[in-house]
């Protein structure tokens, strides 16, 4: 007997290769979600290309439309969550940083990747920054998106071996394997484990 899917929207600014990883995950009867929206914030985005040929819906909201009106931006990314009848997001790539508005809204149901081991480098550049401190071992965070930037509560982590001679590329690289492992993981864990997202539509009781 099939999995009853969570339906899961994607947002995503770049390449797409975590929203592949998931909707490839997500083609697998057994998995807990469909891809019921990939949506980015950059028209231009090879990852949109990619979820089109996959058959997915796909909508592009540039944030440059909005000017310095991030709330106006995040309004029409949520009108369009709920029209596409999303219960979970995934933050994939996504590059924009979220106001209150968004995170309060999905609270408690918008996940994130991050490539580091968080609480170790939030934010931006994170290889170059782990490779400049020295540490042995790097690696990817899933977690649930909240107001502050990366620092919602930890879902899923894996762990690399930074090795000698590496420069930002290579560990970027081997982090990134990871996170096509992690990323469905920890979706899959989120879904069975968190009755609160039942796809029938309960109201989600958020602990
Ligand atoms: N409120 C939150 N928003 C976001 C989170 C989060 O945890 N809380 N996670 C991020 C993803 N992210 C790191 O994982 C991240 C994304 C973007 C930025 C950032 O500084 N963006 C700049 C623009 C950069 C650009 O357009 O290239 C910005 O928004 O001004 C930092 C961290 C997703 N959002
Ligand atoms: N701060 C968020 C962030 O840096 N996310 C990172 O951007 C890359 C997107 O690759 P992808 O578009 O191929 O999935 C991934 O490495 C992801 O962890």
Redesign the pocket.
């Known amino acids: 007997m099939s999995t009853a899917k969570t339906p899961v929207a994607i947002l995503l600014s770049g390449r797409g290769s975590n929203a592949t990883a998931l909707i490839t995950a997500a083609q697998d009867p057994d998995f807990p979600a469909r891809i019921c929206l990939v949506l980015s914030n950059n028209p231009d985005a090879p990852g949109l290309d990619m979820a089109r040929a996959a058959g997915l819906p796909t909508l592009a909201i540039d944030h440059r439309s909005f000017g310095k009106d991030r709330a106006a931006h995040e309004r029409a990314i949520h009108a369009a969550l709920e029209d596409s009848g999303a219960q979970a997001v995934c ?1 994939a790539g ?5 106001t209150p508005y968004l ?1 309060t809204a999905w609270a408690g149901r918008m996940l ?1 990747i ?1 490539p580091s081991l968080l609480p170790s480098f939030p ?2 550049h994170t290889h170059e920054r782990a490779l400049a401190a020295g540490v042995r071992l790097h690696g990817c965070t899933v ?1 649930l ?8 509560p930890i879902l899923g982590q894996a762990a690399v071996p930074v090795l000698p001679g590496d420069t930002p590329d290579l560990l970027a690289a081997r982090v990134l394997q990871q996170e096509h492992g992690l990323y469905p993981l920890a979706l899959r864990h989120f879904l069975t484990q968190n009755p609160a997202t039942a796809p029938n539509g309960a109201a989600l009781v958020v602990a």
């Open positions: 933050l996504y590059m924009r940083l979220l995170t994130n991050h934010g931006l977690h998106v909240t107001e502050g930037m990366d620092e919602g």
